[in-house]
């Protein structure tokens, strides 16, 4: 089977949306494949996971961990898996239909057919698309991505999103076991080193939604992680010396 696609969905407590996002990336034009990082979680999502591998057992992949270990390792073990299993292209995506799954398809098209190293499903490169957030939630969240490029120097207008495409050359050439952040940050993190290193990164818009089932996962940790790790990171990055990893 010619492994070339891979959705990555860290899940936590998430029975209520996960058959239905499955089915709908099983559905999607391109045969992409899912791996499923699951956080032990209590309400019975594994064994959910372990269904729907019956009906798709050749795209359809888990992998369960024995506690909540942050979203960040969740993604680092998922994209260590990818590499691996010789994946070309990688994504990030919530289990909750915020990120629209047939998005996934655009953003394939920007690293497939238009030659860029990392696609970011963008909120905000065309004004504001988020539906069904307060207000302040939205100002906190636009305003935080405006900090991000303030501190950073970045050129990414959504510096905080979590619905991403990796090539494959970009996660080889990231050092994974260097990556600090494991909160919200890490999406930061990821964008910066990937930025650093040269890479070609597209903004690609698209229409956020929160949630309509399950409980987000948003809190005042998260939150403060991201203010003050944005700062250290921009200071750390002084020192290093930002190459492309040759070790693989």
């Not at 990555?8 to 209520?16: A, G, K």
């Not at 950073?152 to 952040?181: N, Q, W």
């Not at 992680?225 to 990893?245: Q, R, T």
Request: with cysteine; hydrophobic share 40%.
């Amino acid at each position: 089977m010619n492994r070339e696609k891979l959705v990555i969905i860290p899940t936590f407590n998430e029975l209520e949306n996960i058959r239905d996002i499955s089915l709908t990336v099983m559905a999607l034009d391109g045969e992409f494949e899912l791996l499923i990082i699951d956080d032990n979680s209590p309400d019975g999502t594994a064994l959910e996971v372990k269904k729907l591998q019956k009906l798709y057992p050749e795209r359809i992949h888990i992998i369960q961990r024995k506690g909540k270990l942050g979203l960040g390792t969740a993604y680092i073990e998922g994209f260590q898996y990818a590499l691996r299993n010789g994946y070309q292209f990688i994504f990030e995506m919530d289990a909750d239909f915020s990120h629209n799954p047939t998005d996934l398809i655009k953003l394939h098209k920007t690293c497939a057919e238009d030659g860029f190293d990392m696609a970011i499903g963008s909120r905000y490169i065309t004004g504001v698309n988020v539906v069904n957030w307060p207000m302040g939630r939205v100002l906190m969240s636009f305003f935080a991505s405006k900090y991000v490029q303030f501190i950073t120097g970045m050129p990414i207008k959504d510096a905080t999103a979590g619905f991403k495409c990796y090539t494959r050359k970009v996660l080889e050439s990231i050092r994974l076991d260097r990556i600090k952040f494991i909160g919200y940050a890490f999406q930061i993190e990821m964008k910066f080193t990937t930025w650093k290193l040269g890479f070609k990164i597209k903004e690609v818009p698209i229409i956020f939604t929160d949630r309509t089932k399950g409980t987000s996962k948003m809190n005042t940790h998260i939150f403060k992680e991201a203010v003050w790790g944005v700062i250290y990171m921009k200071f750390l990055s002084f020192f290093k010396s930002y190459k492309i990893n040759q070790s693989v």
